[in-house]
């Protein structure tokens, strides 16, 4: 199975900071068909996971454009531009391209 | 608006089984895909299959084969996850999720296994 590996496991921030979380898997996610199925998910406290992005930059209907995805391959970096309160919560990457399909362990992003 | 409307909590004895349903309002329920996913503490998310909601085609991530059976209703637009011979580490928290990319998702069904 592809191995997602987050980092950082918890991140900080102060309200208005810009952070980045990075995601690397243990093979490429490029499918043969052209696309790369990289998608990020946000996770708040008590609700269920909401896509942010998808096929690495593409952001979901509704998401704010403070949120941006880039990276190919094996390696994609979520930023935020400007952490707000009610981005706080746990971000997962998942990937879509080999079955089965796998998710990152997430990353906890707190206010400092 | 697009909603997942899943079925309520269950308490399951181990050996028996459960079956969850996923309820889809505010669009076509056939031009999607029903994705299902497995949340706890210790394993974090992990992809249990999907279903094809227009033919009922299916497929299932090996690990969970055996342990659920997915199936829709398109009558109803609701799509089921069977669980079978339950045990606790089957005790967890389970999404449905339009796509296979999961973009809506339910509110969750938290399903405990316990004697």
């Known amino acids: 199975d592809v191995v997602l590996t987050q980092t950082p496991p918890t991140l900080s921030a102060t309200i208005g900071q810009s952070v980045s979380i990075s995601c690397r898997s243990s093979?490429?996610?490029?499918?043969?068909?052209?696309?790369?199925?990289l998608n990020w998910l946000l996770q708040r406290p008590g609700q269920p996971p909401q896509l942010l992005i998808y096929?690495?930059?593409r952001l979901e209907s509704g998401v704010p454009n403070r949120f941006s995805g880039s990276g190919s391959g094996t390696d994609f970096t979520l930023k935020i531009s400007g952490v707000e309160a009610e981005d706080l919560g746990v971000y997962y990457c998942?990937?879509?391209?080999?079955?089965?399909?796998?998710f990152g362990a997430g990353t906890k992003l707190e206010l400092k | 608006q697009v909603q997942l409307q899943q079925s309520g909590a269950e308490l399951a004895k181990p050996g028996s089984s459960v079956k969850i349903s996923c309820k889809a309002s505010?669009?076509?329920?056939?031009?999607?895909?029903i994705s299902w996913i497995k949340q706890t503490t210790g394993q974090g998310l992990e992809y249990i299959g999907y279903?094809?909601?227009?033919?009922?085609?299916?497929n299932y991530n090996e690990k969970f084969k055996g342990k659920a059976t997915l199936t829709v209703d398109k009558s109803s637009s609701t799509a089921f996850m069977q669980l079978s011979s339950l045990t606790p580490d089957d005790s967890a928290v389970y999404y449905c999720?339009?796509?296979?990319?999961?973009?809506?998702w339910g509110q969750g069904v938290m399903v405990t296994v316990s004697s």
């Open positions: 999720a339009r796509g296979v990319i999961p973009g809506y």
């Open positions: 505010g669009y076509t329920f056939t031009s999607y895909y």
């Open positions: 279903i094809n909601t227009g033919s009922g085609g299916t």
């Open positions: 093979q490429s996610l490029l499918h043969s068909n052209g696309n790369t199925y």
């Open positions: 096929l690495v930059s």
């Open positions: 998942v990937q879509s391209t080999h079955a089965p399909y796998t």
